[in-house]
Nanobody
Framework: QVQVVESGGGLVQAGGSLRLSCAAS????????IGWFRQAPGKEREFVAT????????YYSDSVKGRCTSSRDNAKNTVYLQIDSLKPEDTAVYYC????????????????WGQGTQVTVSS
């Protein structure tokens, strides 16, 4: 089982940056992948990024590619999502999720979810 807790959301002006954190706890991280998803009001939850904990390899959605970087700090058991050049359409609740297995961009393949953190981008 994996527990994840997000933090770092807030209100930011368009063009600004935010770094979200996902603190994780698990018996072993060797086969864990972390996914970042977001859900805007009235919309379905969508994939943002995913990182393989062991290798650090990442994959991003087209909507954030080039503006977003995910990384992990093994000493702190924490994954980060840095989002730059924020746009009003990035406004959403951002979720961190974990799964055992490789990276995935499918919501249904993640078994462990955090409570979400609100990101609001003002124009």
């Amino acid at each position: 089982q994996v527990q994840v807790v997000e933090s770092g959301g807030g209100l930011v002006q368009a063009g600004g940056s935010l770094r979200l954190s996902c603190a994780a706890s698990a018996r072993t991280f060797s086969t864990v992948a972390i996914g970042w998803f977001r859900q805007a009001p009235g919309k379905e939850r969508e994939f943002v990024a995913t990182i393989n904990w062991s290798s650090g390899s990442t994959y991003y959605s087209d909507s954030v590619k080039g503006r977003c970087t995910s990384s992990r700090d093994n000493a702190k058991n924490t994954v980060y999502l840095q989002i730059d050049s924020l746009k009003p359409e990035d406004t959403a609740v951002y979720y961190c999720a974990a799964r055992y297995g490789g990276r995935s961009y499918y919501v249904q393949e993640y078994a462990y979810w955090g409570q979400g953190t609100q990101v609001t981008v003002s124009s």
